[in-house]
């Protein structure tokens, strides 16, 4: 199975794009944040979890997205071991979800992909990128953070500096229509490879 990385820091458009790639081509898609939560809420990862960050992090029973976000996005050395929880749980589930696939190629969308190490073992990656102050303003728009939120976040992520030299595929998200367009010959490039293969 080809796996492909689409990735891009917070209010990039991975999630817009990665929905495109779904609905235009069918390719199916793992969504690594929403699975990631799900996995946070099975009895394996509760206990290092709440080791980890205390009993609040679970409220009636179901992980506390807030509280475990306010603390983790102000401490790096929480953030990183949460990321050691949580990541190698995430990479053995996509493993099985790819098992259960059929299709010329899936999509792994992840927030962390090259910060962790996760994009050596995937085919190819798609970094998606906007400026910096439009991704805020989209995350603004789209729900009830505060700019402090989405900064603290930012600076847990690697700017597309660092990140443009080590992807395969780059859409620049400005406006959606072109970024469509992109994402279309970034499908056409894959498969073709994978018939030149
Ligand atoms: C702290 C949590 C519970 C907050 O949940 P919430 O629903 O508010 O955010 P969600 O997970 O949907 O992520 C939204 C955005 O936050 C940013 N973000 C999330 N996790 C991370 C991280 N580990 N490092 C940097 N940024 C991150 C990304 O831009 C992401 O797209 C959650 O983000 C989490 O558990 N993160 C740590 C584990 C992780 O890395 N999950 C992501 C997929 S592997
Ligand atoms: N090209 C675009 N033009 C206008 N709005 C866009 C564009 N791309 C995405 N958006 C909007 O911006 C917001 C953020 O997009 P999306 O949720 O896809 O980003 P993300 O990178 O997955 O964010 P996060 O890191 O928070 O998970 C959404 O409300 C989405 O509809």
Redesign the pocket.
């Given at each position: 199975m080809i796996t492909v990385g689409i990735t891009?820091?917070?209010?990039?458009?991975?999630?817009?794009?990665?929905?495109y790639f779904s609905s235009e081509f069918g390719i199916p898609v793992y969504y690594a944040?929403i699975e990631a939560k799900a996995l946070m809420n099975t009895e394996a990862l509760r206990k290092p979890i709440i080791r980890l960050l205390g009993k609040a992090s679970y409220r009636g029973g179901e992980l506390d997205r807030k509280y475990v976000a306010d603390k983790v996005f102000k401490d790096k050395d929480l953030l990183e071991k949460l990321n050691q929880i949580v990541h190698p749980a995430v990479g053995k589930h996509f493993k099985n979800w790819c098992a259960q696939q059929d299709a010329p190629y899936v999509l792994k969308?992840a927030?962390i992909l090259f910060e962790n190490g996760t994009a050596s073992g995937l085919d190819y990656t798609i970094l998606?990128t906007?400026p910096k102050k439009m991704?805020i303003h989209?995350?603004l728009?789209?729900?009830d953070s505060t700019v402090e939120d989405i900064e603290n976040?930012m600076n847990k992520q690697w700017n597309d500096a660092k990140k443009i030299p080590l992807a395969d595929f780059i859409i620049e998200?400005?406006?959606?229509d072109n970024?469509k367009l992109q994402a279309k010959n970034i499908h056409r490039q894959i498969l073709r490879d994978r018939v030149n293969t």
């Open positions: 891009g820091g917070i209010g990039s458009g991975k999630t817009t794009i990665a929905k944040d969308e927030a998606i906007a991704r989209r995350v728009e789209r729900d976040r998200n400005i406006e959606l970024s």
